[in-house]
């Protein structure tokens, strides 16, 4: 089983952006979504950004992900 966690791009630096999480905040590829650009929302795993995800699904998913962390 894969986990993939939403995080939002707040740098893109050629096939690599700064995302964040929280108060994580990792550096990740994003070669196979050449298109994604700062402010949207990616499914990560294993350091790879590997979807692109609808703000609003991201932001529910990251809430209840909190909730769960309490």
Partial sequence: ??????????DIKGE???VE???LIRT????????????D???????FAIQRLD?????QTLRLIHEIHR
């Fill in 55 to 59: 703000p609003q699904k991201a932001k």
């Fill in 16 to 18: 690599f952006a700064t």
């Fill in 21 to 23: 999480a929280g108060r």
């Fill in 28 to 39: 990740i590829n994003v070669q196979m979504l050449p298109s994604v650009k700062v402010g």
């Fill in 41 to 47: 929302y990616v499914i990560v795993h294993a350091g």
């Fill in 1 to 10: 089983m894969c986990l993939g966690i939403p995080m939002k791009i707040k």
